[in-house]
């Protein structure tokens, strides 16, 4: 069976594996993020890279999508907040906006400046959506990467349009995220959020909501489907003695919890006959009713060992995993191949393990030696049979011996009468 296990604890996940099913986007800024930094992170010159011989990286995937009159803050992509403090001594950050050739001053008694590897907007004006480029050199390498702004106008139509979308599951507690706060919530403890839902405020210590004080998040009991909808969470941010509101719409989807049952083990027999030297194949089948076996992890184990593990020759291997229906029912199932059996197979305790997320189970299964099939009575037919005939033959030429002798006499009986009658 294919999976992304570490070896010896059943179904867990290999780093290798989960990078490899990282999406495209995330992997490249990933990269972006590693790359970028590690190039600038090397001793002090006295110089830097001239301008003009900068390498364009691309797009940031992420747009910024704000509302008028709010703080911004631009995280330069290149440089992100917890490689900055090691990289800030031997880079020179500068950020500028697509149409327009200057670059933006670093001075906060302008409405827009750069600090700390951000640019920082207070306020934000609908004039100032656009692309801004962070330019990151040092005496060796220089680079770019751009990221757009979009300002609306403040406004309750315009939430729709910078929502959030998260999932909660039906009938289940989940959570709330007051999302791309950390510019602003950085190394405080006392952060503050109001939670609204349709702008109607939310008793947040009640039955069906609570804050999680001093963070971002609100925990939601017992969602249903009514509470499918917008939400909008707010805080207050104070610079230079002002107060600004910053306000984040979240779009909250309910998603119906999938009907899963608990996976049935259905074979094999607890006990399998098979002969030294032969080939043996032991499926496992799982019966899942209506679950869907995306979900269901199924493996073999021998003496609680992964078999890869055990049997590193492949001797013994597990074969490709199945997934089929019968009568609109789901079932999986997973092969033991044997090829070939040998004597340490009778005494190793194999067992079939199957999980989903309501339960899991186990069924243990041997291997003995089949009874031999040789017989005495068939070897010893044909031989059997050859005697019989023989002893035919012999008691068919006695029994014609014994009538030609007795035919003799008869004759020789006879003919001594006849002697005796004949006249003298």
Same mark, same amino acid.
């Given at each position: 069976?294919q999976?992304?296990?570490?070896h010896?604890?059943g179904?867990?996940?290999?780093?290798?594996?989960?990078?490899r099913?990282l999406?495209?986007?995330t992997?490249?800024s990933?990269?972006?993020?590693?790359?970028?930094a590690?190039a600038?992170?090397?001793q002090p010159e006295?110089?830097? @890279?001239?301008?003009g011989?900068?390498?364009?990286?691309?797009?940031?995937?992420?747009?910024?999508?704000?509302?008028?009159g709010?703080?911004v803050a631009l995280?330069c992509?290149?440089?992100p907040?917890?490689?900055?403090?090691?990289?800030r001594? *031997?880079?020179?950050?500068?950020?500028?906006?697509?149409?327009?050739t200057g670059?933006?001053?670093?001075e906060?008694?302008t409405?827009?400046w750069?600090? $700390?590897?951000?640019?920082w907007?207070?306020?934000a004006?609908q004039g100032?959506?656009?692309?801004?480029?962070?330019?990151?050199r040092?005496?060796?390498?220089? $680079?770019?990467?751009s990221?757009?702004?979009?300002?609306f106008?403040?406004?309750e139509?315009?939430?729709?349009?910078?929502?959030?979308?998260?999932?909660?599951?039906?009938?289940t507690?989940?959570m709330?995220?007051?999302p791309?706060?950390?510019?602003?919530?950085r190394?405080?403890?006392?952060?503050?959020i109001?939670?609204?839902?349709?702008?109607?405020?939310?008793?947040q210590?009640d039955?069906k909501?609570?804050?999680v /004080?001093g963070?971002?998040r609100?925990?939601?009991h017992?969602?249903?489907?009514?509470d499918?909808?917008y939400y909008?969470?707010?805080?207050?941010?104070?610079?230079?003695?002002?107060?600004?509101?910053?306000?984040?719409?979240?779009?909250? *989807?309910?998603?119906?919890?999938?009907?899963?049952?608990?996976? %049935?083990?259905i074979?094999p027999?607890?006990?399998?006959?098979?002969?030294?030297?032969?080939?043996? %194949?032991?499926?496992?089948?799982v019966?899942?009713?209506?679950s869907t076996?995306?979900t269901?992890?199924?493996?073999?184990?021998?003496?609680?060992?992964?078999? $890869?593990?055990?049997?590193?020759?492949? /001797? %013994?291997?597990?074969?490709? /995993?199945q997934?089929y229906?019968e009568?609109n029912e789901n079932?999986?199932?997973?092969?033991?191949?044997?090829?070939?059996?040998?004597?340490?197979d009778?005494n190793t305790d194999?067992k079939c @393990?199957?999980?989903n997320?309501?339960?899991s189970?186990?069924?243990r299964?041997? @291997?003995k030696?089949?009874?031999?099939?040789?017989?005495?009575?068939?070897?010893?037919?044909?031989?059997s049979?050859?005697?019989? %005939?023989?002893?035919?033959i012999?008691?068919?030429?006695r029994?014609?011996?014994?009538?030609?002798?007795a035919?003799?006499?008869?004759?020789l009986?006879?003919?001594?009468?006849?002697?005796?009658?004949?006249?003298?």
């Open positions: 069976m999976s992304c296990r570490l010896g604890v179904p867990q996940i290999s780093t290798s594996c989960v990078l099913k999406s495209g986007t992997m490249f990933l990269y972006m993020l590693m790359m970028g590690s600038f992170i090397i006295a110089h830097t @890279v001239a301008a011989s900068c390498q364009y990286r691309g797009r940031h995937y992420k747009r910024e999508l704000r509302l008028e709010e703080p995280r992509p290149q440089m907040y917890w490689l900055w403090d090691s990289a001594p *031997h880079v020179n950050l500068t950020w500028r906006k697509n149409d327009s670059t933006i001053p670093g906060e008694e409405r827009m750069a600090q $700390d590897g951000a640019l907007v207070l306020p004006l100032d959506s656009g692309t801004y480029i962070c330019t990151a040092n005496a060796s390498h220089c $680079d770019e990467m990221i757009e702004l979009r300002v106008e403040n406004a139509a315009s939430l729709p349009l910078i929502s959030y979308p998260q999932f909660l599951t039906l009938s507690s989940g709330l995220v007051c791309d706060l950390s510019e602003f919530t190394n405080k403890t006392d952060v503050k109001q939670w609204y839902k349709d702008s109607v405020p939310l008793d210590d039955e909501f609570a804050r /004080r963070t971002t609100l925990i939601v017992d969602v249903s489907m009514e499918a909808g909008s969470c707010t805080m207050t941010f104070t610079h230079g003695g002002r107060q600004y509101n910053i306000t984040r719409s979240v779009e909250l *989807h309910v998603r119906k919890r999938k009907e899963e049952t608990i996976p %049935v083990i074979s027999l607890k006990t399998i006959s098979a002969s030294l030297g032969s080939r043996l %194949v032991i499926p496992c089948k019966f899942l009713g209506a076996p995306l269901t992890m199924l493996w073999w184990k021998a003496n609680d060992t992964l078999i $890869d593990s055990a049997y590193q020759g492949g /001797r %013994v291997t597990e074969g490709p /995993r997934e229906s009568n079932y999986i199932e997973v092969p033991l191949i044997f090829d070939p059996v040998i004597r340490e009778l194999f @393990v199957v999980l997320s309501w339960s189970q186990t069924l299964t041997t @291997v030696e089949a009874a031999s099939t040789f017989s005495w009575g068939i070897a010893l037919a044909p031989l049979l050859v005697f019989l %005939v023989l002893g035919g012999c008691m068919h030429r029994c014609r011996h014994r009538t030609g002798k035919h003799g006499l008869t004759t009986k006879t003919g001594l009468q006849d002697f005796q009658s004949y006249p003298k």
